[in-house]
């Protein structure tokens, strides 16, 4: 689909009065500067470990409800499955899924950044702990690589966090994951957050400028973030192939 701003041309003229010092000078569109984005952002997922072609393996197509464990606990995580597709269709505010290991978030979660990725979005998704290794990889890098990863974390048009909490918790690592959630948290950008932690009790390991911000709304009917409980234990080992 050709671009309605640049007609395909991916650069636009400023309207700027003759005088001013972008005047005549051509610069990258929307269109462009989004796709440079996406680019970044796959890049990113890659030396994180998640490509795209793996991302799409994560699906709400492949996630069964009906392997949930206890049986009690199928129809409320076939609920679940829904809030989350209705989320991937237009991803707005935070959504936090919290439970335990093998409870189902994880898949969820990145069922929701496929289906933003197939919908041309700029996503990032990894766990928290390869995001600060990729962050790390680019620290001592002199060209500015670590800047562009870690713009490229903070400013994609969708970030998925997955496994916060299970992150080595430094100084560093601790600041960079707090600068992260607090640019998206002041400027309302969409966030996907999947954690073992009981976020509802302090001094769980994480920094709590960050636990308060995840929980902004919380406790409301409309709030900014919305904190999903999953009730499911390990269905791993009831999972299907196919």
């Given at each position: ?6 007609k ?8 700027v009065?003759?005088?001013?010092p972008q ?35 994560w ?13 009690a ?23 936090l ?32 702990p390869?995001m ?10 002199t ?20 496994d916060?909490g ?8 601790t ?11 002041s ?15 302090p001094?769980?390991g ?26 499911a ?5 009831y999972?299907?192939?196919?």
């Amino acid at each position: 689909m050709v671009c309605e701003i640049c007609k395909g041309a991916g650069y636009v003229y400023l309207d700027v009065p003759l005088g001013h010092p972008q005047y005549g000078r051509a610069v990258p569109c929307r269109c462009r500067r989004e796709e440079i984005t996406r680019r970044r952002a796959a890049r990113l997922r890659e030396q994180a470990g998640i490509a795209d072609a793996e991302m799409a393996l994560w699906s709400f197509d492949t996630f069964d409800a009906s392997a949930c464990q206890p049986p009690a606990v199928r129809p409320s995580m076939e609920r679940i499955k829904r809030l989350c597709q209705a989320y991937a269709a237009n991803p707005q505010g935070w959504l936090l899924l919290q439970g335990a290991y093998g409870s189902g978030k994880t898949h969820l979660a990145y069922a929701i950044a496929s289906k933003a990725l197939a919908d041309g979005r700029a996503v990032f998704a990894a766990t928290a702990p390869d995001m600060l290794d990729v962050l790390r990889a680019g620290y001592n890098d002199t060209s500015g690589e670590f800047d562009r990863r870690f713009a490229t974390m903070r400013d994609a048009e969708l970030l998925v966090i997955d496994d916060l909490g299970t992150e080595s918790a430094t100084p560093w690592a601790t600041e960079k994951l707090y600068q992260i959630v607090n640019w998206r948290y002041s400027r309302r950008l969409p966030m996907v957050v999947t954690t073992n932690v009981d976020l509802g009790r302090p001094g769980r390991g994480l920094d709590e400028r960050m636990r308060s911000r995840l929980l902004e709304g919380t406790r409301t009917e409309n709030g900014y973030c919305r904190l999903i409980p999953l009730p499911a234990h390990d269905f791993r080992p009831y999972k299907r192939e196919g």
